[in-house]
């Protein structure tokens, strides 16, 4: 299992970025899919998951609104599109398999987002 996620970077507040995930080495079309970010000094906050159809979504509070969660099982790839960034949106971003209980047994190396003028 390989999860590699790109589209991170430095943006002003109130801009946006796409982030993707590619992922080999399972059925991705079979999994729910997350997204899970750590800013710096704090733990791990889960962002968001997509079930494997894509026809389901969730999000937490503080990115409703201005976060999309999206996949593409064609590609391969899932995607988090981030509109309206604020600087607390500032975090290293992974992308990580769910699994039984809706934990997550697989992650990626992770891409850093940062929201700065």
């Known amino acids: 299992v390989q999860l590699v996620e790109s589209g991170g970077g430095l943006v002003q507040p109130g801009g946006s970025l796409r982030l993707s995930c590619t992922a080999s080495?399972?059925?991705?079309?079979?999994?729910?899919m997350s997204w899970v970010r750590q800013a710096p000094g704090k733990g791990l906050e889960w962002v968001s998951t997509i079930s494997s159809s894509g026809g389901g979504t969730s999000y937490v509070d503080s990115v409703k609104g201005r976060f999309t969660i999206s996949r593409d099982n064609a590609k391969n790839t899932l995607y988090l599109q981030m509109n309206s960034l604020k600087p607390e949106d500032t975090a290293v971003y992974y992308c990580a398999r769910v699994t039984v209980g809706w934990s997550h047994d697989y992650w990626g190396q992770g891409t850093q987002v940062t929201v700065s003028l």
């Open positions: 080495g399972f059925t991705f079309s079979t999994y729910g």
